[in-house]
Each structure stands twice: as structure tokens, then as C-alpha cells.
């Protein structure tokens, strides 16, 4: 009983720690809007003090991009059963995202991601949020 | 009589207990007659606690409410996304200073005490994304203004009663607040802590001389975390966050065109659930020295504001900083005089009125890039001269006694030799490089190329001797712009022409030099045709020349086959040449052409300034707007008081019309 509040504790403490970044989410993302992208993976970091999920996609023009997908840092991942090698890369996915307030730049908050091969998908569920 | 003598006694012997517990416990904190209350220990992991504005969350972007911002400050703001967290140069940069005991994860403040006396000699502070950041309590002076700034500054410390005064300059740019609120890196800090039982109390009063029209004041409270440990996060930034194909992309908003300014009007605060109907009018949350003031609210009528009200309205200023202009030029000053500073490995920067030279000082010499102005060319081969004795051939104290001391020739005492030892003569100067065929990089080379003597090698016997004079390094350009054909007249003369030139990308020093190998760079159409870097690459220094300055806009030659662009790309190579030691500071240093030794952040900064300044007037000339209403419109009115005059050789206007004119060129 003693460990499970233990576990409990750190594991608000992680989580605490993830959700205040260096940067500021809402002060680099339009989380007003949203962007979907389908495309190929190239790169999942898997990394604190966030992850990366790199994604080879069109932009509004059908010019390929490499896109940075900002998702959450590896404790608040995990937790969600997401782990390092839960994607590879050369993966087909479907990515919605916050884009960056900044025109012109390919990034964006990763808001969900569906993997169609095998139904993968984040997002949506409770807790599962970049925050 | 005996009671009343026992009651005496007994009082007597109460009343010296009493005093020598006083005297204990006066002698064990540190009070009694002459000496002052020692001041509280502060040394311990200290929590944050998130009950203070901003402390937790962030205000909405824009929202500069309680910011003294002049026109320059609110500009940078609303230009300078938080995206440029994302860019290579600055993944890894902790914290601001003003905001960086609002960030998470607690403090940590330890002690250096020295040995004998117990003084605290060293304060350390230490947060979960900071390095490590010692207050000096020992009353050692600040460095230098040509000294590099720093994210944690350089910071000395004095107890006033029970508070802890600090004083951190050698800072470097960075945010004044989560979000967007920005600071130059003419900023000092001043920090009071206050310790009242577990409850340390931090007041940091900001004064940027750029940005503000007065201070910006917030506290911040932390308790007692006994037994906790400071949580420590080291940084793993290693690619461009930014996406996208373009390492050297800045993310900026042109002027006027960052739509999240006025986000909150729709949207409210959301840390306090206040609707955009109750919170301060738009122009107060603007910032401004006046909206601090409650004669403020005189000017509104719900929430308008009567301009005319508010531009009679007069409140106090508390300006106490130095001048910025005085700030700046201190960097780079025109005293007559030549300033060392030791750089790293073999690398000195020396400071010859007003204009930097890049020493390289070892075994085999010494190798010079540029060589000042000329009537500084005494002054300079003599500074040159002195380091070279100490750096080499000092005498040093014997630090060996009998027979067990080493030795190749057979034994003899080496305090004998230290006794009676006079110094080595010194190495010569082997190599001069110029970077460009301006005045002060240039002027000295008639004077000191002839007082060194570069290497020949080879020769029947093998032996390497010296040529007459140093060997003068640079693109051929350069000697083009200073030589003329027969018959013409050049424009240096002949003693100041390069010896040896180079066309290509790059030139090798034909060997090691020092122990490292040297290479000069050629930067096309940068500040002229002819400029080049120069890169130490075991000491880790690079020589910027002229594409670099902390103290003025790069100065573009047009007319030398100068361009913005070439200035951008020259900048962009050396951080693609550089590292940084950690948390995007320290590791390769740069030597600017002119002001303070430097970093990656620090060149950085410098070239996202020119790209943004780029960018605008492209955006201007692409809605056909003229030279002279280019100028008008002061699109670097937030980098003018940085880096731009109103008079001398090069003013802002001169700097936006090369700006402009190169644009037209498209080099």
C-alpha cells in the first residue's frame, strides 16, 4: 500500500515536471487550430524533456516536408504504453497536431496519431493530451 | 544577613550564568560587543511556491501588463516567437535569469566557506535546467565590459542586515517572463534575499536600459524543503525542433503580423478565469512606463483611452542604470590603451582601442589576426611582446628540492638555475592573418609584420631559419583592394599588402602551429569580397573579423562587393563551426571584430537580429516601398539602440540602405 502512494507520488511528480516545459506549449502553438498530416515516418525520439515524432509529409502546397511533432516526455508516455520502439520508422501515419504560431514552420503539437497497419492510435483517450 | 547573602550570592551567580549564556550564545551566532549578527543561513533545497503571479502558468501572449516597455522592447516582444526555443543554438538554454527562480523544480543554494575564518566566500545557486550560478561574497570586482556574457551572469553578493543583496551583470538576452516578454543583453539584475524563519523571500529588480523605462520588479517566495533533493534535468537537444529542412532557420513575426497579440481578448486570462470584459484594457496591457501608474486610469473611459490624457499625463522615472550607449561602447573602447584577455588554449583577445586582435601565443611564437589600427601598432607589438614573456618564457619558482628533482644532464640543483635564470627571448611573430582589407584590420601590419620572421623551411643542412618579416595572410581580394597596377596609385601602400593570398574556400597553415592546426576561411560577399574567419581548432576560438560586432551593425561595404546576405551566411558557418560547452553556452569562443568576447548563443542572437532586419526590409520592398520610406520606418527600431548611431562612420541608416541595396542585388 505504502509503495503504490510511493509510485503514485512520483508518478504525479514526473508527470508535474513534464508539464511545465522550458518553452511554453500554448505560447509556441496555435492550440486553437489544428493541422493534419499523412505521411511517413522518418524518426521517433524518444526523449525528455519531450519526444519527437519526425514525419515526412505534404504541406498545404503537396510539397513533402520534414515535419517536428512535439509529443510528451518519456514518463507520461510510458504510462500510456507508449514506448521507445512503439513506432518505427517508415511507419504510414495520420498525425493531428497544433500548428506553430510562427508561418512558414513545419512543426507542430502532436494532438493524435493513428498508425492504420495495425490501428495503433494516441490521443483522445483520458490523459492522453500534451500537456 | 547569611539568607540575604546566600540570595545574593545566588542572584550573582544567576546573573553571571545569565551573562555567560548571553556571551555563548553571542560568541556561537556570531553577535556581541563589535561584531554584527551573523546573517542567516540560506544554504539548503529551498520549494517553490506557486501562489504569486506568473509563478505558475503564464500571462497571455501580448499581455505586457506591469512592464515599463518602451516602443523598442514591446517591438522585440511582439516579433520574437517562443519557437526560437526550438532552434539549434538555443534548444538548450536554461532559464533567463528573471525568470528562472519562477521556474519548476525548486533551488538549491550550497556554500563555499573559507577554512579558516568560516566567511562564506562563494554562494552556489543551482535550479533544475540552470548551471550552476556562484555569487561571490569575497568582494572581488565585476569583469571587465569585453568580458563574454553569460545565461547566470556574473554575480557578487553582500549582507545588509539579514538580507542578501545581489548584484549579476555579463548577461546575456533572453525573456523577462514565460511567453514572450523579452530582455537585451544590456541587462543588470539586482536580487534581495530575505530569510524570515523558513520562508525565503526573493525580490529581482530588472534594469535593461534598452527595453525599459524602468525597472521591472517581481518577488518570488520559496520554504523549506528539508530532506528533498533538487530534481536535475540535463539537456538533449541534438536536432532542429523547428522541422522542416533548414538548419539555419529563425523563426521571427514581421512587424504587425503576430496574430496571438490579441488572442486574449477572445480568450481572457486563463489563469484566473478572467474574461476579457474584466481585465485591463488593451493599450494598459500593452506595458508602457505610464500603466504603471494609477494617475493612469485618469486616461480611460471604460476601456478607451484618451490619447491627448495620456500624452500629457506625467508620471516619475526611475532610471538608475548606466546609459546603454556608454554600456555598449565599453565593450570596445577607444582609451589609447590595449586590454589582454585570455581566450582559451594558445588564444588571447587583445582589446587595441577599439578594435579586437587574435593572438595565438606558444613554443614556436606567435601568429596575429589583424593588427589594429595604425597608430596603435607601438602599443599593440609591445602588448604582444609582454604576453609572449609570460605566457612562454617567464622565469618560474623552483618547485623541486635535491637530488630527486629531474634532470636530462646530470644533476644540479634547479633552484641554482631559477636563482640566476634571466627569461628566454621570446618567439617571434610567424604569421599575421587579415581578415578583410579594412583600416583596422590592416593598419599595423607594416610595423608588426616587419618586427617578426616566419619559418622557410628546408634548405641545404636542413636547417629552418627565419625570412625577414611575418608572412601577411589573406584572400586575394584583399590585395586587390590594396594594391594597384603600375602606375597607379594603391590604397595602402606597399608595406601593408597581404604576402601570402589564398583564392580558394579555405587556407591551411602549412603545419601545426602551437600544437594546432590553423585554417582561414574565405566568407564571399560579406562585409566586403575579401573577408575570412580564422579557426584555431585545438585552443576552439574562431576570429570573426568584421562579420561579427557587439557593439555596431556589421559594417557593409557595397561597393567592395559587401551583402546581408553573405554577412548572414559568413555567421551561419561559423555556428555551424562551433559547439557550445553546455546549456548553449561556453565551448568554441568567437572573437568578435569589435566589443566582448563571445559564444554560439551569442552569434546567434547576433545573426537571428540581421535575419529578422532582413526579412522586414524584404517584406517592405516587396509592397514596393521606397529606400526612403524603408528608412522611415524604423524597421530595426528594437536593434537601434543595440547596434546602430545616429552619427559617426556607420549609422543605422547607412546599415538599412546596405541592407536594402543588397536585396535589390540578390547576392
Redesign the interface.
Known sequence: MRTRILLTVIAALVA??SA?A???Y???Y?T?NQVTLTGTLVQF?F???HS?V?VSAPDAKGVA????L?WSGVGQLSNQGVKRETLKPGDEIVAVGNP????????ALLVSLKRPLDGFTWGGRAGEAVD | MQHANRTLTSGLALAAATLAGVVVYAQLDGAGPGRELAPPDIAQEWRLDNNERDTFGQAPLGDYTGIAFNDAGRMRSDTTPESIWGTLEYQCRPHSSPHQWRGLGGARILKEQDPLTRKVSVYHIQFMRSLDRPIYMDGRPHPPAWAPHTWTGFSTGEWIGNTLKITTTHLKDGFLRRGSPQSSDMYSMTEYLTRHDDVLTIVTVIDDPLYLDQPYIHSTTYTVAQGSSLTMETCSGSFAENGGSDRHWVPHFLPGNNPALTEWLTTGDPRSNVGPENWVPLEAARGGLKTLYPEYRSTLTGATVDAAKASALTVPTLKSWTPASKAIADQSPRDGEVHVMPVQGNVYMLVADGTNITVSVGPEGVALVNTGSAAMSAKVLAAVEQLATTVVAATRPNQCFGATCPGVWGWSSPYIFTAINSPAPVRPIRYIVNTSAAAEAIGGNAKLGPAGSGFRAGGVGGVVDAVEGAPVIAHENVLTRLSAPAGKTPTAPMSSWPTVTYFDEFYKFPAYFNGEGVTVYHEPAATTDGDSIVQFRRSEVISAGNLFSTVSYPVIDLEKGGSIQGVIRGLNHILDLSFAEYRSQGGTWIVPGHGRLSDTADVASYRNMLVMVRDRVQDAMSKEMTLAQVKAARLSLDFDGRYGATTGPWTTDMFIEAVYRSLQEKK
Open positions: 508535474a515536471a511545465s522550458h518553452h511554453s500554448t505560447a509556441t496555435d486553437r525520439v526523449k525528455n524533456p519527437f519526425i516536408q520534414r515535419w517536428s512535439e506553430s504560431r510562427v508561418p512558414g514552420e513545419y512543426k
